[in-house]
């Protein structure tokens, strides 16, 4: 751990992994000590006193062994909780944000115009359109008179026998031309 980072849990903590995990440490061997004082308190007698207070420390040194593995495990873990990671960005960092090089500021300068060129572009493309719509708008009864003037000659159109007024046109078609051919040959 760099003292940055042990800083940083310093301050926003108001204490580190390390501080927390000695004093847990701490208060264990305390534990550890006053348990065994009281037992030995306990079970002694004026014969067993000395043999009880002779093997004192190494009862003490077993149980802080036992214990030793569990402490680890919680000093590793307290490293992960009680740790600010350093991706983390701080409040008084905060001005580091938003700050850009002047490339990066070139780059949004240049998009910023480009944006507002499109802007533009659009706009102009909405009015046009707009006043499109008006003018069709404006021609929407026209289209629907003459909508229903199609219609009604639709309908006059299919009451009309085709196939009868073809060979009647087909017969005045001959005729004139044979009046043609009359005239021709009278003169």
């Known amino acids: 751990m760099d003292f940055n980072s042990g800083t940083y849990d310093q301050k926003y903590f108001n204490f580190t992994a390390a501080q927390l995990s000695a004093e847990r440490e701490h208060i264990v061997q305390d534990i550890i000590k006053k348990g065994i004082a009281q037992i030995i308190e306990r079970i002694k007698t004026p014969a067993t006193s000395d043999l009880l207070e002779s093997q004192r ?6 149980f802080q ?24 960005l701080h409040p008084e960092h905060m001005f580091f944000e938003n700050q850009f090089t ?14 507002k060129a499109k ?5 102009a493309m909405l009015a046009h359109l707009k006043i499109e719509e008006e003018k069709y708008a404006a021609m929407e009864d026209l289209i629907q008179k003459e909508m229903e003037m199609h219609d009604r000659v639709h309908k006059n159109c299919s009451s009309l026998n085709v196939t009868k007024m073809k060979e009647y046109c087909s017969q005045i078609a001959g005729q004139l031309e044979k009046s043609n051919e009359n005239l021709k040959n009278k003169k």
């Open 57 to 62: 420390e190494t009862v003490e040194h077993r």
């Open 65 to 88: 062994a036992s214990a030793a593995k569990g402490l680890k495990v919680l000093r590793e873990l307290d490293k992960k909780v009680f740790h600010v990671p350093p991706h983390v």
């Open 102 to 115: 002047s490339e990066e500021e070139d780059q949004k300068t240049a998009r910023l115009e480009e944006l």
């Open 119 to 123: 802007y533009r572009e659009n706009a």
